[in-house]
């Protein structure tokens, strides 16, 4: 299972944030490593696209696209840094 | 109403495997690879299949046990809720009534759990009467890893997001409880037939 | 779209003329989203191949052979067609010049194409900042902008097979290679890698062995969607 990475799905956090993420840190509720947005390890292949921390491999977000709505469950993260 | 793409077709079956499809799917060839998180590696020696939660005694089968069970084959078409449909795949695994002729229950729904934290609901008597598998090989060849080897849940007639790979056991409830994909809007059941891809359809 | 390029037997460079186009910045991708008569729809990423200062915003597109929007773009596409575009998107890949330097790109395959819109505007604003380019392909055929390349410093190395006139390296990236052609740790130069993931791991993980930064090295994965 080859795993890409945020800029993945750069647009669609767009979607939903209206902000591009991808520069901006978030940390992992799991494991307390931040890293940007854009170096979550993605899965993109599913019925939703799952970012897991590259530090532990826990869930980060969970992005799903269903009937054109995309919704996004960030529980798996703790403080978001905007980008500088 | 977005601009249509002059000339885009997308993927299309040919009609004659269309009729042999659900609704809203098309016929590949390749067998996709899609995954909640990366493959995860048990080793043989340290594997379990359990049965827990509402039953008289929970069980559990070591790799070896489970493969001295009397095992079937099945070759049937596989739908996903991504769009895609296989058909006369061949597998072999263990029907889960053999399995759960080893336990009591009054319980009416199944949670199934995985390696890596995939979860995945059913209610039981869809995993009975000759409906489910735990299935070990794909093909001929042991399954591979990263199509849910050493051995996952088989349950053809729903979308396959529920034949949850890298499964280790089920518990039995006597309360539904929505699994991954469940709980992120995608349909509790899951009847292709129906198009009951998430929830309220 | 205005024209296409074929860069190589498989991979095309489309030109498109975007309306209302608010600029991009060097790195930046773009979504496309293709629409059927009956609705059905299907949607890529492609980095943008072009500078911010160019003319016409360019997307270079590798037709995979069980691909769905690859073949659509690269064979069905003609001028005047319309494509509906989402962006630019991605504020972490992108390099400017307020970013520094020096600067290292390392491209596998088709992850070349974002480094070249870098390149294309490092040249148009006439950066004195040291830039270099890796670039790791499989075979001669397979390189793209061969020629513009070719004008700046750009290190090619052909992996799988090589014309007979070849000169230049062969062969993976790998710890020794970087080791002679990146800059030193010590100069902390900042890096851009691009291409598959297994590429992208395997350089960025040299790239710390030897010392350098983490967080002077960005990431862009590419792969099937």
């Known amino acids: ?34 890293g940007f947005f854009a170096e979550a390890v993605v899965y993109m292949r599913g019925p939703g696209r799952v970012a897991r921390c590259r530090a532990c491999g826990e869930l980060l977000f969970v992005l799903v696209t269903i009937r054109n709505i995309t919704c996004v469950d960030l529980r798996g993260v703790v403080g978001l840094q905007p980008s500088t | 109403m977005p601009p249509i793409s002059r000339g885009f ?39 379990s299949f359990e049965i827990r939660g509402e039953v008289d005694e929970p069980r559990s089968w070591t790799w070896e046990q489970f493969t001295a069970l009397p095992s079937e084959g099945i070759k049937v078409d596989i739908h996903c809720v991504t769009k895609w449909s296989k058909l006369d795949t061949s597998w072999a695994g263990v029907s889960l ?42 093909e001929d060849e042991p399954l591979d890893p990263e199509h849910g080897g050493p051995a996952r849940l088989f349950v053809p007639h729903l ?33 292709p037939w129906k198009e009951q891809r998430y929830a309220g359809d | 779209m205005v024209e296409d390029v074929a860069e190589t037997a498989r991979t095309t460079s489309i030109a498109l003329d975007a309306v209302d186009w608010p600029g991009h910045l060097a790195g930046q991708h773009v979504d496309v989203r293709l629409t059927a008569e009956d609705g059905y729809q299907a949607q890529r990423s492609y980095s943008i191949a072009s500078a911010p200062e160019d003319e016409h915003l360019v997307i270079t597109v590798q037709r995979l052979d069980d691909g769905e929007v690859s073949p ?18 991605g504020g972490y890949f992108v390099w400017r010049e307020a970013l520094g330097g020096p600067l290292l790109l390392v491209a596998g395959g088709a992850g070349v194409v974002p480094l070249r819109a870098i390149l294309r505007h490092h040249r148009a604003v006439a950066s004195e900042i040291p830039v270099r380019l890796l670039y790791s392909a499989r075979t001669g055929a397979d390189l793209i902008y061969r020629a513009e390349l070719d004008g700046h410093d750009t290190i ?20 020794a290679f970087l080791a002679e052609t990146a800059w030193p740790a ?17 350089i960025a993980d040299a790239l710390v062995t030897l010392g350098h930064d983490p967080s002077r090295i960005r990431t862009e994965r590419f792969g099937p969607t």
């Open chain 3, 156 to 175: 090619i190395t052909l992996t799988d097979e090589q014309p007979p006139e070849w000169d230049g390296r062969t062969g993976r990236i790998d710890s």
């Open chain 3, 186 to 202: 010590a100069e902390r130069p900042l890096v851009y890698i691009c291409g598959p993931t297994g590429f992208v791991e395997a």
């Open chain 2, 9 to 47: 077709q997308g993927r299309r079956s040919d009609s004659a495997e269309a009729v042999r499809v659900p609704p809203g799917q098309y016929v590949t060839r390749d067998f996709p690879v899609l995954s909640a998180g990366p493959t995860p590696h048990q080793p043989i020696e340290s594997w």
């Open chain 2, 159 to 191: 979308y396959f997001w529920k034949s949850a790979k890298w499964v280790r056991g089920i518990e039995l409830r006597q309360d539904d409880q929505p699994g991954f994909w469940e709980g992120y809007g995608y349909h509790n059941y899951g009847d």
């Open chain 2, 97 to 138: 009534d053999t399995l759960l002729d080893t336990v009591d229950t009054s319980a009416e729904y199944v949670l199934a759990f995985c390696d890596g934290g995939y979860t995945t609901n059913l209610p039981l008597d869809d995993v009975c009467d000759g409906k489910a598998w735990i299935v070990y090989e794909y």
């Open chain 3, 72 to 89: 659509y773009l690269t064979e069905t596409l003609v001028p005047g067609d319309e494509l509906e575009l989402r962006g630019p998107i």
């Open chain 1, 1 to 34: 299972m080859i795993a890409l990475d945020g800029n993945a799905i750069a647009g669609d956090l767009i979607e939903v944030f209206g902000v591009d993420l991808t520069a901006a840190t978030c940390m992992c509720a799991s494991c307390g490593t931040s």
